[in-house]
């Protein structure tokens, strides 16, 4: 996917959150629904819809990025699990509050409900955090293998049978080889 794709869904993802915030706001202060505009609440529910087109472009864009490393692959699949989990714990019991025609306070009790709005706040953050790393993936180029030359043995064997050659004025070719630790034919390769 192109990485410019992957930082749009970044932004999407944040922007889409942006009234549940206000809301959470306001809510937190005291004031209800009902104390909101009616074209508050529908951009707000427009909002939801886009945001659900996020997840499922999050998660595209997880499966569809190259890993490069093994790191990477890792990563991703983190990622690509823990959103698909996530979606899938808070989207079943929605389902079956509205199938039984009950409000999810109805549906789960006690610290079930507290555990599923919970899940449902680390929507954004998770779609947030997979896309950045998703982002990081694409845009993630290997450091550059340096080819370091094999040294040249017969060249550095010629080298030790010269300076041998040197200390030793007197010593035969065989001895040479022999000290070098190399062939005599290296030896006469190396002196003229």
Not at 4 to 18: F, G, P
Not at 70 to 91: K, Q, S, Y
Not at 174 to 191: D, M
Request: hydrophobic share 55%.
């Amino acid at each position: 996917m192109n990485p410019k794709t992957l930082s749009r869904l970044i932004y999407l993802a944040a922007l889409t959150v942006a009234a549940q915030y206000v809301v959470q706001g306001a809510m937190a202060s005291g004031a209800t629904l009902a104390s909101f505009p009616a074209w508050f609440l529908i951009a707000d529910y427009a909002l939801w819809a886009v945001r659900a087109f996020v997840e499922a472009s999050v998660i595209v864009a997880l499966f569809q990025v190259e890993p490069k490393t093994p790191r990477h692959a890792r990563l991703l699949f983190v990622f690509e699990a823990a959103l698909i989990i996530l979606i899938t714990l808070t989207l079943g019991p929605a389902l079956y509050a509205l199938g039984r025609g009950q409000t999810m306070a109805a549906t789960l009790r006690g610290g079930w409900l507290l555990a599923w709005n919970l899940a449902l706040a680390s929507y954004t953050p998770l779609m947030m955090a997979a896309s950045g790393a998703a982002y990081r993936v694409a845009m993630y180029t290997p450091p550059l293998q340096q080819a370091i030359p094999a040294p040249d043995l017969f060249t550095n064997k010629r080298a030790r049978v010269r300076q041998l050659a040197g200390e030793h004025p007197d010593w035969s070719r065989a001895e040479l080889a022999r000290a070098a630790g190399c062939h005599i034919s290296t030896v006469g390769r190396a002196l003229p």
